[in-house]
């Protein structure tokens, strides 16, 4: 049975497709306004799932939902002519038919697991004789977007549990109920949805968001925690985190680093979204007091000034949704790409003109210095807002090509390169 939060995010979705919902649209109501900071918000959300304030400047923009059944076999075939890369790479569609997919993990045996965003599956991706099978091996599932696998075990994060599923290459077709290893976690949905980063020792690093767009959080959220599935203990390693759905470890520093999403309702241009990377225990990053390392908050700062927080690595650019993201470790690609992050994108919507929708490079050095963000793959938006798919997660497969998740289209892309 799904939950009452996929439901909603379902019927959300309906609501978007069927109403055109759109700033012309908005004009004649009133500023949309809720009393975000009461425990009663953060467990029952409001049925639209309107997290923040309207102002009268970005009045009527809302979030959009894809098409509930993806992007066509055709329509996917169009789509990837479209999408621009550099010289020598080229992008195929890896699997169709996984719908809303989000984080990706692969088995020891080849199988492609992933995720997925409101609907409570989880998918299993398998190669028959060049021919992928998508194969939906968990459902009902409370938005199991972030996942692991290790020792043989698919690792599940679905908001406020993180369960184990043992020997799941072999039980594809009965992976059972699994599990639960952690649920030292609050149940609030929004900002709930989580990402899974492996260390070098077995732990994951877990992203914790607040359950609204900007306040002062619960203390149980805007965290990033390293959990250890074995023993289910766990460490609090970063504090002042807005919404952060992507991260991976520096191979080589082992230090962690994470995307960021900044808050909404400032406007088109600011606040930007982040890349960081924790240096020390305990760094705070700046939310709900600082923004993008130099911008304090209108209203919540609160005579904090920016300097007393943890600046960026890297601003992004304001509404471009940065989620999952990879060192490339991979040996296919041109040498220059190696240790690059590559980060998805998944594109604006509190944004008159939507940006974001693509894959980005950063060169960066260990420590931090010498940032530099490249376009690397793009075109997955036409016009001002038409989405023709949404990066959502990236992950490098074992010939050093890249596979990109898109939950807008339902599909799995593969970007591969070879010299000419």
């Known amino acids: 049975m799904q939950s009452a939060f996929n439901r909603s995010i379902l019927a959300l979705a309906t609501i978007v497709i069927v109403a055109g919902a759109g700033p012309a649209a908005a004009q004649d109501k009133p500023l949309k306004k809720y009393e975000s900071g009461t425990k009663d918000f953060w467990n029952n959300p409001p049925p639209d799932w309107f997290l923040g304030d309207e102002t009268e400047a970005q009045k009527g923009l809302t979030p959009v939902a894809g098409p509930p059944t993806g992007s066509s076999d055709a329509e996917l075939a169009a789509l990837i002519k479209k999408i621009k890369l550099p010289e020598g790479f080229k992008i195929e569609v890896y699997a169709s038919g996984v719908l809303a997919a989000r984080q990706m993990a692969w088995g020891d045996k080849g199988t492609l697991f992933v995720g997925s965003f409101g609907l409570g599956n989880v998918y299993a991706i398998k190669d028959n004789g060049g021919k992928k099978e998508v194969k939906t091996i968990l459902k009902g599932l409370n938005m199991p977007t972030g996942l692991a696998f290790q020792d043989g075990a698919l690792y599940v994060i679905a908001v406020d549990k993180l369960i184990k599923y043992d020997n799941a290459e072999a039980n594809l077709d009965n992976l059972g109920t699994g599990k639960v290893v952690y649920d030292d976690m609050p149940s609030y949905a929004a900002h709930g949805w989580k990402y899974l980063a492996p260390d070098k ?220």
Not at 220 to 229: A, E, L, T
Not at 269 to 274: A, G, L, N, V
Not at 298 to 304: L, V
Request: glycine residues 10%; aromatic residues 12%.
């Open 201 to 420: 020792d077995g732990w994951f690093y877990v992203p914790f968001g607040p359950p609204f767009n900007i306040g002062i959080p619960p203390t149980s959220v805007s965290q990033i925690r390293r959990v250890d599935p074995k023993t289910g203990n766990a460490e609090l390693v970063a504090l002042g985190v807005r919404n952060s759905v992507g991260g991976d470890v520096d191979p080589r520093s082992g230090k962690y680093w994470f995307t960021e999403n900044a808050r909404d309702w400032m406007s088109d241009d600011i606040p930007s979204d982040k890349l960081n990377v924790i240096s020390k225990l305990g760094e705070h990053f700046g939310y709900p007091y600082c923004h993008q390392g130099d911008l304090p908050d209108p209203k919540f700062a609160m005579g904090h000034k920016c300097s007393e927080f943890t600046a960026p690595v890297l601003n992004l650019g304001a509404h471009v949704a940065p989620l999952g993201m990879k060192f490339y470790t991979g040996n296919q690609f041109p040498a220059e790409y190696k240790n690059s992050i590559l980060i998805a994108e998944h594109g604006s919507w509190n944004r008159h003109k939507y940006q974001g929708a693509r894959i980005v490079r950063v060169t960066v050095d260990p420590d931090g210095k010498n940032a530099k963000e490249m376009e690397f793959a793009s075109g997955w938006i036409e016009g001002d807002r038409g989405y023709l798919g949404r990066p959502a997660d990236v992950i490098l497969d074992k010939d050093g090509s890249i596979l990109v998740a898109d939950d807008w289209a339902g599909a799995i892309y593969r970007i591969s390169y070879a010299k000419k």
